[in-house]
């Protein structure tokens, strides 16, 4: 089934433009047209998903790219990755400690909170 560009823009959340800059880096290709307007495979949505989540963990298009045209030997490719998982595990603990310090901060009937004692603990594991 192919979907037209706008209905990939909505249900990605990407501009129709995004769309087209990710073609014109290689990262997507349109599998036809629908009248004037670019078409897509359903698959294309998990390709931009992917996309999406690798932005946002800090990866750059061109690391991207690579990432998609990847193989099994591409040793600096993985290095590349494991290395990047290890900062993502590394904001996720982050995340953690400064949810958890929150979560008390909610509950907490020190007055005044910021002097509170487990607060400040878990302040203190969040850095």
Do not use: W
């Not at 800090?58 to 045209?69: C, D, K, P, S, V």
């Not at 958890?100 to 909610?106: E, G, I, K, N, Q």
Request: contains cysteine.
């Amino acid at each position: 089934m192919l979907l037209d560009i706008a209905e990939v823009s909505q249900r990605s959340g990407l501009a129709p433009s995004a769309l087209r800059f990710y073609e014109r880096k290689g990262l997507i290709t349109p599998d036809g047209r629908n009248g004037l307007r670019r078409a897509y495979q359903a698959e294309t949505l998990s390709r931009l998903t992917l996309i999406t989540c690798a932005r946002d963990a800090g990866f750059t298009l061109a690391e991207i790219a690579a990432f998609l045209r990847a193989g099994p030997s591409d040793t600096v490719l993985r290095e590349r990755m494991a290395a990047k998982e290890r900062e993502v595990s590394e904001r996720v603990n982050q995340l953690t400690r400064l949810r958890d310090s929150l979560r008390h901060a909610a509950v907490c009937e020190h007055d005044p909170l910021v002097e509170c004692p487990e607060f400040k603990q878990a302040i203190r594991r969040a850095r």
